[in-house]
């Protein structure tokens, strides 16, 4: 192991929805560890906004403007990163949509849109990327799923299902590809206070006393930062976690423990 086992110096990373939350802070991190970054997002003014703000840290970043569900759309940026490098070697499975109901209250457009993006969206990225992988027997890829990927939480059914999809492919990945040198892990987050926590508290009729309750849910009494998911993903694409495949992290302040 290098000296520097979490240095990503020399290394081509995407990360998409990373306009954004936990997608930004883990573009941020991955840049000032030294690799290329691509930053992909569906707001082209978000994500030129945060690439202006890595480069002006003096790092190496890119924003292409990247809807995950769009198949044709992921193929183009595919043919762009790999012309210009002819190799991805980290991917980061990010972006993704919520929506608080139970299966009453979920519609069947509903249900399709999350599908769209949240299970979608990581095929078809991992579609583009893995054979080149293969290919070169190395790469790595980090899906972002949730706690809901791993247990129940209320009125959440239609992102659960998703999020248990997605631990379902970066499992089935990890087990058909390991022998090709391909790492695949899942990073399960709580509650992480991001854009997209912040929105879902506004509609509460008492965003202050739902924000308490969310912070109370997890042990540690708060929610993650989004630089505290970053390091573990960080962890995961680095050196440090070379036997590590097939994962889930959990970054859940305990709340899955207990
Ligand atoms: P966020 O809403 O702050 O950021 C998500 C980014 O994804 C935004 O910049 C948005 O423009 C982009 N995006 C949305 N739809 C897209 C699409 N179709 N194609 C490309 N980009 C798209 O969200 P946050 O909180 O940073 O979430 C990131 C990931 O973490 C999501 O997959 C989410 O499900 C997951 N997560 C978040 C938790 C939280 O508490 N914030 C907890 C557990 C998981």
């Known amino acids: 192991?290098?000296?520097?086992?979490?240095?990503?110096?020399?290394?081509?990373?995407?990360?998409?929805?990373?306009?954004?939350?936990?997608?930004?802070?883990?573009?941020?991190?991955?840049?000032?560890?030294?690799?290329?970054?691509?930053?992909?997002?569906?707001s082209r003014e978000q994500g030129e906004k945060a690439v202006e703000e890595i480069r002006r840290e003096g790092f190496i970043a890119e924003f292409l403007p990247l809807d995950v569900s769009d198949g044709g759309a992921v193929q183009a940026?595919?043919?762009t990163v790999l012309k210009a490098h002819n190799k991805l070697d980290i991917l980061v499975n990010n972006a993704g949509i919520g929506f608080v109901g139970t299966l009453l209250e979920t519609k069947a457009e509903d249900m399709d849109r999350l599908y769209q993006v949240n299970v979608k969206g990581v095929f078809n990225l991992c579609k583009v990327f893995l054979p080149?992988?293969?290919?070169?027997?190395?790469?790595?890829?980090?899906?972002?799923?949730s706690i809901a990927g791993i247990q129940a939480v209320r009125e959440r059914m239609a992102y659960c299902t998703t999020k248990f999809a997605v631990v379902g492919i970066t499992?089935?990945?990890?087990?058909?590809?390991a022998k090709q040198g391909v790492r695949v892990n899942a990073i399960c987050p709580g509650r992480v206070e991001t854009p997209f926590v912040k929105m879902r508290l506004r509609e509460y009729p008492d965003p202050e006393k739902a924000y308490q309750e969310m912070s109370a849910t997890q042990p540690l009494g708060r929610m993650a930062q989004p630089e505290e998911v970053a390091s573990v993903a960080l962890f995961l694409a680095s050196?440090?976690?070379?036997?590590?495949?097939?994962?889930?992290?959990?970054?859940?302040?305990?709340?899955?423990?207990?």
């Open 132 to 145: 080149g992988m293969v290919a070169r027997k190395a790469g790595n890829i980090i899906n972002i799923a």
């Open 1 to 42: 192991m290098s000296q520097n086992m979490f240095s990503l110096n020399g290394k081509t990373a995407l990360i998409t929805g990373a306009a954004s939350g936990i997608g930004l802070a883990i573009a941020t991190l991955f840049a000032r560890q030294g690799a290329i970054v691509y930053l992909t997002d569906i």
């Open 77 to 79: 940026v595919a043919e």
């Open 239 to 258: 050196e440090a976690a070379s036997f590590v495949t097939g994962s889930c992290q959990m970054v859940d302040g305990g709340w899955s423990a207990g």
């Open 171 to 177: 499992k089935s990945l990890a087990v058909d590809h």
